[in-house]
């Protein structure tokens, strides 16, 4: 798939008493299939909401009458023109999720959480695929394969959510504060590994971070600001 981004006429609003509140108020935007992109902005500015956008797990408001409705469209894929069913089918082809909140499924193993989405699409997970998943966890130094999940540290747990998204080979990979509970070593090796798998699987990658130190090893780094959206300098290749 052409994973090129492009965003027309964003408007995004959440009731708040009896005012509705802009989250997101983005006219037009573009990204460059591949690019790796960092965005951040203060707590409550939006960074889940436009990733949750991007992923298809939400729409934009409906055009008011006269305007314009606004407009996600990854390649040749314009995901509001979906239907939900086509929407789910697409992310699950398509795009890696790691949630802010990990959603994991308690009860299950490490290694049976990240070969969860690749269950519900076969009736049998193939061999490599089990082996892929192994070297991913052993990669991000979880061992305990069988541990349950619930049972692992939160830093454990993230990895773990790391290693479900990228499983499937994903060309877009939305990451919501993928570091936030690790280390600076562990952060590092995380990032690494998100970065280095965008670049060689030419995946387009926007991670959430507040960490000044992440910005730079994407190539652009986006502020969102009171629901907009602006360029800030990173200094990666
Ligand atoms: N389902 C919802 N209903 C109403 N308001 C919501 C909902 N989800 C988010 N919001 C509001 O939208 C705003 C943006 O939330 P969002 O979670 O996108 O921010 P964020 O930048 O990811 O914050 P954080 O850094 O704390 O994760 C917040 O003010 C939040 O209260
Ligand atoms: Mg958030």
Same mark, same amino acid.
């Not at 802009?22 to 591949?34: C, V």
């Not at 409906?62 to 469209?73: D, I, T």
């Given at each position: 798939?052409?994973?090129?981004?492009s965003?027309k006429?964003?408007?995004?609003?959440?009731r708040?008493?009896?005012t509705?509140r802009?989250?997101?108020?983005?006219?037009?935007?573009?990204?460059?299939?591949?690019d790796?992109v960092?965005?951040?902005g203060v707590?409550?500015s939006?960074?889940t909401?436009?990733l949750q956008?991007?992923?298809g797990?939400?729409?934009?408001?409906?055009?008011?009458?006269g305007?314009?409705?606004?407009?996600?469209?990854?390649?040749?894929?314009?995901i509001?023109?979906?239907?939900?069913?086509e929407?789910?089918?697409w992310?699950s082809?398509?795009v890696?999720?790691?949630?802010q909140?990990? $959603?994991l &499924?308690?009860? !299950? +193993?490490?290694? =049976?959480?990240?070969?969860?989405?690749?269950?519900?699409?076969?009736?049998?997970? *193939?061999?490599?695929?089990r082996?892929?998943?192994r070297?991913?966890l052993?990669?991000?130094?979880?061992?305990?394969l069988d $541990?349950? &999940?619930h049972? !692992? +540290?939160?830093? =454990?747990?993230?990895?773990?959510?790391?290693a479900?998204a990228v499983l499937?080979? *994903?060309?877009?990979?939305?990451?919501?504060?993928?570091t936030a509970?690790?280390?600076?070593?562990?952060?590092?090796?995380?990032?690494?590994?998100?970065?280095?798998?965008?670049? =060689?699987?030419?995946?387009?990658?926007?991670?959430?971070s507040?960490?000044?130190?992440?910005?730079?090893r994407?190539?652009?780094?986006f502020l969102?600001?009171?629901?907009?959206?602006h360029?800030?300098?990173?200094?990666?290749?």
């Amino acid at each position: 798939m052409n994973n090129a981004l492009s965003l027309k006429n964003i408007l995004v609003s959440r009731r708040d008493g009896r005012t509705r509140r802009i989250i997101l108020d983005i006219p037009s935007f573009q990204l460059a299939a591949g690019d790796t992109v960092c965005l951040h902005g203060v707590s409550g500015s939006g960074k889940t909401s436009l990733l949750q956008l991007l992923g298809g797990l939400t729409t934009a408001d409906p055009a008011e009458a006269g305007l314009p409705s606004g407009e996600v469209r990854w390649g040749d894929v314009c995901i509001d023109e979906l239907s939900e069913s086509e929407r789910d089918l697409w992310r699950s082809q398509h795009v890696g999720f790691v949630f802010q909140d990990f $959603q994991l &499924v308690p009860g !299950l +193993s490490a290694l =049976e959480n990240v070969l969860l989405p690749v269950t519900f699409r076969s009736w049998s997970i *193939p061999g490599v695929l089990r082996d892929r998943a192994r070297t991913l966890l052993q990669t991000m130094d979880i061992h305990q394969l069988d $541990q349950q &999940v619930h049972l !692992l +540290s939160r830093g =454990e747990m993230q990895r773990v959510a790391i290693a479900r998204a990228v499983l499937p080979e *994903p060309d877009i990979l939305l990451a919501d504060e993928p570091t936030a509970s690790l280390d600076k070593e562990n952060a590092e090796a995380v990032t690494r590994l998100l970065v280095d798998y965008a670049r =060689e699987h030419a995946c387009t990658l926007i991670l959430v971070s507040h960490e000044p130190n992440m910005r730079g090893r994407t190539r652009r780094s986006f502020l969102l600001e009171r629901g907009e959206l602006h360029e800030t300098t990173s200094d990666a290749d």
